[in-house]
């Protein structure tokens, strides 16, 4: 004997809402697991490079350490050069009355931005004195005990020659440095130039004055 079945009729509304839920969270979970499969936290491009450049920073800032070391080399003196030292001749007067004799000194100035060394000792220091074309005395010709004294001179500071020398108004040569009396040089007015030197670097103006 068949048992006849009922005619299927149509679902309650509230079942097909539920199918339509749960059919919309699978496709909402298959998103999510795409996006974390792409984009892993602590992974992207962004973060890395974000990483790498603060690493970098961190390798190429450089330390208090290494900072004080650069300030501390930077300021150590250097060699005095023509570059970084100004070298003036000096005359106490410019003109000299008949039987006066001229006292000349030099002034050497460090024009640069640290502290340089430079011998100032007599041996290195060259005065000389000139008359148009003529070279009349050089203090090296007859120098006597010519000493050496390195010395550091401080950014913008000065050092003057001390004792000045005195000019006996005569000409120099070394095979005149014995004889009782040296010729004197041309006076009545006659103009000359004293150029001064220290360890190699010269002045760069001479000092004028005239002899009567």
Known sequence: MSTNQGPRGRQPRSVYIKRRLWVLAGLIAVIAIIVLLVWRPGSSSGAEDSKNNASQSETTKPSPKETAAEEKTSSEPVACTKDNVEIVAKTDKTTY?????????????NIGDVACIIDVGTSQQVFTITSGKDTYWTSTDCQVEPTNAETTIEAGKSLTSEPAIEWDRTRSNPDTCDAEKRDAVPADGASYHLKTSVAGIESKDSAQFALY
Do not use: Q, V
């Open 97 to 109: 009355a008949s039987g006066e004799k001229p006292k000349l000194s030099l002034t050497i100035t």
